[in-house]
């Protein structure tokens, strides 16, 4: 089959198309005909190692010391079941799909195995494979993070960064929750984030949140540029400030301020759950979240893909497709 390789960290020129072995599913697992994928910014994180401040070596632990030892990127896919393992019960081959890999990758290929009860679920057939490849990254981050602020229906929060793969999730889930949503962004990406129910969107070329008085029962900070000591003054009193893009540093001062304050810091690595798929695969059928795409690249411009969400400023989500008849 043909996969996206890299053998060693560095720009998106690392990668190349290779002939690589067809997986076999094991007796547990499925293996999926990959239909699209994406291009998020853990591809380019794992992929370039540029990482958050104390995590390098961590990252090389987790992801191979010298070079990776996983070589196929990509945390994505929607596609359909190809063959099954024999112990296989959840699904049959035909079924549509889409699942989320996480730190194991391997998703920019045209197969992928995974386990019955990994986190794969079942496309609604309404939902095209496109949509569905783009549910689970900026999807399942959102949910975990909103899952362990405990937000609650009619609070206040701010999303700074509210444009990106996670801001966009974050501004329709927090809406959906209830809450009252005030996105962070640039000028260009004011009206998509009034769009995905935002009721209040500040420029953050013109005016600096931290600075204008207002407060906020939650800040999610996708961006780095919110710390606690620039948001602690505008987080109301037991107010979270949710670190999606915490470093070393911000995450050592957790305990101290818990201890010493009523505001909290919440940061670290997602939990990912097949149930939270099925929730944001019945969202998207009812219309309630839609997974926001900037671009779509062909298999072939995974390169020129990569080289785009390296730029720090894609809208939501990048989309790769495998097959036209899809
Ligand atoms: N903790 C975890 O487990 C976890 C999980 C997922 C992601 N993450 C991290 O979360 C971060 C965000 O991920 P992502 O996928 O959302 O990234 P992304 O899609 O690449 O974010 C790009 C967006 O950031 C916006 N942006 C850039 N500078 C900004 C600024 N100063 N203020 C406000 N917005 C700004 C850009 O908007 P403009 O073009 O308008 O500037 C662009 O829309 C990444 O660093 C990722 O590594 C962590």
Known sequence: ??????????????????????PTPKDNEVLIRTH???????????????????????MRLVFGIAKPRQPILGSELAGVVE?????????KIGDQVFAFSDTSMGCHAEYKCMPQDGVVVL?????????????SFGGSTALDFLRRARLQRGESILVNGASGGVGTAVVQLARHF??????????????????????????????DFTRNGETYDVIVDTVGTAPFSRSKYSLK?????????????????????????SKKIIAGPVAVRADDLRFL?????????KPVIDRRYPFEQIVEAHRYVDT???????????NLDN
């Open 123 to 135: 496309k609604p057939p309404s939902l095209p494979y496109d949509e569905a490849a783009a549910l």
């Open 83 to 91: 063959s099954v393992g024999k112990d296989v019960r959840n699904f």
């Open 178 to 207: 209830g809450a009252d949503v005030t996105g962070v962004c640039s000028t260009a990406n004011m009206e998509m984030v009034r769009s995905l129910g935002a009721c209040y969107v500040i420029d953050y070329t013109k005016e």
């Open 237 to 261: 009193d037991g107010g979270r400030l949710l670190m999606v893009l915490a470093g070393l540093p911000d995450m050592l001062q957790i305990p101290w301020v818990s201890m010493t304050s």
């Open 36 to 58: 699209a994928t994406t291009v998020t910014s853990a591809d380019w994180r794992v992929r370039s190692l540029n990482v958050p401040a104390g995590f390098g070596f961590v």
């Open 281 to 289: 695969a019945r969202l998207a059928e009812a219309g309630e979240f």
């Open 1 to 22: 089959m043909k996969a996206v390789v890299y053998e060693r960290y560095g720009p998106p020129e690392v990668l190349q198309f290779k002939e690589v072995e067809k």
């Open 312 to 322: 720090g400023r894609k809208k939501g989500n990048i989309i790769i497709t495998l």
